[in-house]
């Protein structure tokens, strides 16, 4: 039952995102840049690894994420399935919480660190906030379109 309340507020959250993102013209994953079109979803899903507190302490709280930087270990995820004939915008992470989001390029909430690994495959470190059950990943591309994955945490 927990579960599905977890999968539910997640699949909202990711809603209430694409609204923020994608609310009308004036909405754009780049700051200052408007969509020359409605934005497309894409039926392509990410799968997302969740690898944990595995060591890397690469980006810290905050945006653009350098307050504690070196000093934060880092939650670290693995994302397979990237289209790799579209130019990655933009990413976000949202935990189940609610209470902030990561991204990069980072507007608002905290930053993120990702690393294009090639092949389709991306790694993505944050900084820990309130504990979540469930990460929901966005990879915005230059297109107008948008590719999503969720993983919860083992």
Known sequence: MILKKNILLSVLLLFSVACVFF?????????GETFSEEPQVILQRLDVEY????GHRLIGSGCPGSDGKGSIENIHFLVHGVDRDRKVQRILVAGD???LTWETPCSGD????ARDL?????EIFIAPSLPSEI??????????TFALGMNSVP
Do not use: Q, R
Request: no cysteine; proline share 3%; glycine share 14%.
């Open 23 to 31: 609310g009308g013209k004036e909405a754009s994953p780049v700051l």
């Open 97 to 99: 919480n609610s209470t």
């Open 135 to 144: 990460y929901t990943v966005i990879f915005f591309y230059d297109d107008n």
């Open 51 to 54: 690898l944990g507190l595995d």
């Open 118 to 122: 090639h092949k389709g495959t991306w």
């Open 110 to 113: 905290w930053g993120l660190l």
